[in-house]
C-alpha cells in the first residue's frame, strides 16, 4: 500500500481520472490518503480522514511513508482558523491555506505554521456555528469544501470539523447518523436538517440555527427560515427543500 500527502492549498477530486470528470470531492492542505489505484497521470485514493475516495492528479500530492502515515493517523488534529492564512516553506516560499487546512501535518511536508487553530476536541454546537458563520455567502460548488466554492454536505462536514466533530463527507451518509427529532420544536442550533427528492433520495442539509433558522449552501451560504414543510426561501417566496429528518449528532 502506498501513502500520500496533500502539500498543495486545494486539490481537486474526481470521479474519474481526466480532468473534465465531475468534481466530487476537495483535498486540502495536509489531509493525508492511502492509494488505492493508479493510471499514468492519476492516483485514486481513499482520505484518512473520511474515507472519501477520487481521483487526483498524480503531480498534486507528495509521497509519505508507511511509518509516517501511521503516525499521522494517531496525531491530534489541528486545523487553520483563518479563512485565509499561510505555511512557510523552508525556503521562504508561503503556501496560501484555506479554514480547515491540516495544520498539524505541516512538518511532514517540511513546512510551519504560526496562525490561529482549531483544537480538535469533543464537539462544541456553539462552536459549530460561530464555525459556520464564517462561510456565509460564500458560492456554491458542487464538490466543493472552502470559502470560495462549497456544497450543501462539504459545509457542514467542514464546520464539524473545525469545532472538533468528524463527520462523513455526502449529505446521504450524515443523514445516519445521530438521534432523530420528531418536531423542528425538539432542535437545538447544531442540529442537521435533510431534506429529499420526489425519489425520497437524502439531496440536501443545512444546519439549524435558533429561531427555526437555518443556514445551507443553495446558490450561496445563505440563511433561510425552516419550517415542517421544510426550508422556506424569503427571497423568492418559496419553500425549496422538502423536508426528510433532523438529526441531533453533538
Known amino acids: 500500500m502506498d501513502y500520500g500527502i496533500c502539500h498543495l492549498s486545494i486539490v481537486p477530486m474526481r470521479a474519474n481520472p481526466e480532468d473534465t470528470s465531475e468534481l466530487v470531492s476537495q483535498l486540502l492542505y495536509g489531509e493525508i490518503f492511502k492509494i488505492i489505484d493508479q493510471r499514468k497521470k492519476w492516483i485514486k485514493i481513499r482520505c484518512a480522514a473520511d474515507d472519501y475516495s477520487g481521483w487526483i492528479d498524480r503531480k498534486q500530492y507528495k509521497a509519505l511513508s508507511a511509518e509516517d502515515y501511521t503516525h499521522a493517523l494517531g496525531r491530534t ?110 432542535s437545538t442550533p447544531g442540529d442537521l436538517a435533510f431534506f429529499d427528492n420526489a425519489e425520497g433520495k437524502i439531496t440536501h442539509v443545512g444546519l439549524i440555527m435558533k429561531d427555526n433558522y437555518i443556514l445551507h449552501a443553495h446558490g450561496e451560504v445563505r440563511i433561510d427560515r425552516l419550517d415542517q414543510t421544510g426550508i422556506f426561501n424569503t427571497d423568492r417566496n418559496i419553500h425549496t427543500h422538502k423536508l426528510r429528518v433532523i438529526k441531533k449528532i453533538l
Open 77 to 186: 488534529p489541528a486545523y487553520s482558523g483563518d479563512l485565509v492564512d499561510y505555511a512557510s516553506t523552508a525556503n521562504g516560499i508561503l503556501k496560501p491555506l484555506v479554514v480547515g487546512s491540516s495544520v498539524h501535518n505541516c512538518d511532514l511536508l517540511g513546512d510551519t505554521f504560526e496562525g490561529q487553530k482549531r483544537l480538535h476536541s469533543d464537539g462544541d454546537a456553539d462552536l459549530v456555528i460561530e464555525q459556520a458563520l464564517l462561510y456565509l455567502g460564500t458560492p456554491y460548488l458542487w464538490g466543493g469544501k472552502t470559502p470560495f466554492g462549497i456544497d450543501c454536505s462539504g459545509l457542514t462536514q467542514m464546520v464539524y470539523r473545525l469545532s472538533g466533530t468528524s463527520i462523513p463527507r455526502d449529505a446521504k451518509d450524515q443523514a445516519l447518523l445521530g438521534e432523530t427529532l420528531s418536531f423542528i420544536e425538539e
